[in-house]
């Protein structure tokens, strides 16, 4: 049974790399995609500080549909182009909204959210997984610290989840 240890790092950086072992640790040996995207959302949201939502949005060959989450009901698809996920999704760069209410095109699942980011997933032959998606209910809770480690966060999830 995979216990996750407390997060010893007090810097981002750190606490970002030693997500990043754990997480390895976690998937390492596992083929099923669900099991490892739950458990890697599993692990993200207990150990990231003033969070209230993260998982998967995953590309169905159309659109994005909720895959493996932590938080509260979230809403189940979401176009391209559409919402925070749906941009990250087409312009396949990490996006970082520091005031949701800002932002023109966000799509709010739960209105306790106030700041997010958003990291597309894209295999290593170029086609769309999907993005991975973290909600704050604080202003401005992500930064570039936040953007470097969240991407290598998820560069370790597809390396794990089997990465055509
Ligand atoms: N806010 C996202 C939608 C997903 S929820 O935050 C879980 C967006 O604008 O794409």
Request: glycine residues 8%; contains cysteine; hydrophobic residues 45%.
């Amino acid at each position: 049974m995979f216990e996750a240890a407390s997060i010893t790092a007090t810097d981002k950086p750190g606490l970002y790399t030693e997500l990043a072992q754990q997480a390895r640790g976690l998937l390492h040996g596992e083929k099923s995609f669900i099991a490892n995207a739950a458990n890697f959302a599993a692990l993200v949201y207990h150990a990231l500080p003033d969070i209230n939502w993260c998982g998967f949005y995953l590309f169905d060959g159309d659109e994005l549909v909720v895959g493996p989450f932590q938080g509260k009901p979230a809403c189940i698809r979401i176009a391209l182009g559409r919402g925070v996920c749906g941009i990250a999704a087409v312009e396949r760069a990490t996006q970082v909204v520091a005031d949701v209410a800002a932002h023109p095109n966000h799509v709010y699942c739960d209105s306790a959210s106030r700041s997010e980011i958003v990291v597309p997933l894209v295999h290593a032959d170029g086609t769309l997984l999907g993005v991975w998606d973290v909600d704050s209910p604080h202003l401005a809770r992500f930064d570039d610290a936040d953007r470097a480690g969240m991407e290598v966060l998820c560069a370790e999830f597809m390396r794990a989840a089997g990465s055509r």
